[in-house]
């Protein structure tokens, strides 16, 4: 069996589908890709698919990650390819690596997102900034199927920064004359912190409030580099561990040939 790890999109307005709604999708790919899925056993056998960490309903994201298991072996980039192909545009497959390592979902620590602020100036989103970072914690309010909990929004986030908005690549939405931009870096953590439940805490200190709902982007996730500060690929394993293992299989078949031909 082959495990295929993928990297794929949710852009534009398709970023308002639900997870459960590109699970379809996706599975409709598959077949039309002619994919020589596994199934589980039982009395419904569905494909083996593993997804991990989605990205919550409404939020765009360049960076959301599942692994699929084959039957039969496949090259990775020619699966891509197809799998692209047989997906409504928003919903790209950008990246794909065979899995030669263990622990995905593990690797999957952190977040960077952008926040668009229609609405709202720079400066003003500088000084809100400003007041949740000097703040030792931020209570917020989240309305989960048990009822309203109160959680610290403040201790997950390692990095919130504001700049203005320098053009609109995607155009699907209109701007006002005044648009900031956030880029906030959070760790995945149990109660998870959310975008929503950082702009909550930006009004709770700062009474910063979007006139307009804000536009939520998912940039990368991946493991957080405790020096650097920065969030890694969680794909690179898998290709460094397919580059390293080439070499040696060419290096072999050189070692061996004279042999053969002596004998």
């Known amino acids: 069996m082959q495990r295929i790890r993928l990297r794929y999109t949710k852009r534009g307005r398709l970023r308002f589908t639900s997870h459960r709604d590109f699970q379809r999708a996706f599975e409709r790919a598959l077949r039309r890709a002619e994919v020589p899925m596994a199934y589980s056993a039982g009395f419904t056998p569905h494909p083996k698919v593993s997804y991990a960490n989605a990205a919550p309903t409404g939020t765009g994201s360049e960076a959301e990650y599942l ?9 990775p980039e020619t699966l891509r390819a ?130 307009v709902p804000a536009a939520v982007t998912r940039l990368a996730q991946g493991l957080f580099d405790e020096e650097s500060g920065t969030v890694t690929d969680p794909l690179a394993p898998d290709r460094e561990a397919v580059t390293a293992a080439s070499p040696t299989a060419a290096a072999t078949a050189p070692a061996t040939a004279p042999g053969a031909g002596t004998a």
């Open 67 to 75: 692994e699929i298991a084959l039957t039969e072996p496949r090259d």
């Open 82 to 211: 197809l799998l692209d192909e047989s997906l409504p545009a928003g919903l790209d497959i950008t990246d794909a690596v065979e899995a030669r390592t263990s622990g995905l979902a593990d690797r999957l620590t952190a977040s960077v997102w952008e926040l668009r602020l229609e609405g709202v100036s720079v400066e003003d989103a500088e000084k809100a900034v400003e007041a949740f970072l000097a703040a030792e914690t931020v209570e917020v309010q989240r309305k989960t199927k048990n009822g309203v909990r109160t959680f610290d929004a403040r201790s997950a986030v390692t990095e919130l920064t504001a700049a203005r908005h320098q053009g609109d690549p995607q155009g699907d939405r209109p701007l006002d004359s005044a648009c900031a931009i956030l880029r906030l870096v959070v760790r995945h953590v149990t109660p998870a912190v959310r975008p929503d439940d950082v702009l909550s805490g930006l009004r709770a200190v700062a009474d910063l409030a979007p006139p």
